[in-house]
């Protein structure tokens, strides 16, 4: 991912309003952030931990998506779930169902769209066995390069679901 500065952080998300956006706490660490090995930026608000977004490119342009905790959702602790975005295999909790509310009029009359994420957003690192759930090693026969086109594609379905075809015309009004 390419580096991102905390304005460009701040103007790229495109579900909530610009008040929102300039409120949202953003990671203090960016400039240690591992930029090379993120195929997108994604964190928890410390301060509101039902809270979480992500930023990722798109058509070679940040898009920030406002997420939230799904409430109420239990998961068993004794069966593994996967990840929709890089198949990495959690148990318990390490998998969360997070929210994001579509783009434009959509979102404002109150439509979500819900995916099941690792938890603490590190896909990018799980994908490359920078990081390892509570199962230990993975056992894939893709390739890391294989694994990030995979997550890439799930996440740009995502997104696609997010926006609903609403980019251009979000762009052009936050311009």
Known sequence: MTPI???GIRASFVNCSKGEARRLGVPRDLLRASWPDLDFLGWRDPGAPERAYLVAERDGSPVGVALRLAQGVR???TKTTLCSVCVTPHTG???ALFT???VGPAGR???TVGLYMCADLDCSLYIRDK???ELGERFESLSVAERVVRAA???DTFLERVLDGD???TRQARG
């Open 167 to 169: 980019l251009a015309g």
């Open 109 to 111: 009359q109150g439509n």
């Open 5 to 7: 500065t905390e304005a």
């Open 131 to 133: 990081k390892q759930t």
């Open 100 to 102: 994001a509310p579509r």
């Open 75 to 77: 998961r068993s602790v």
């Open 153 to 155: 594609a799930n996440l």
């Open 93 to 95: 909790p390490g998998v």
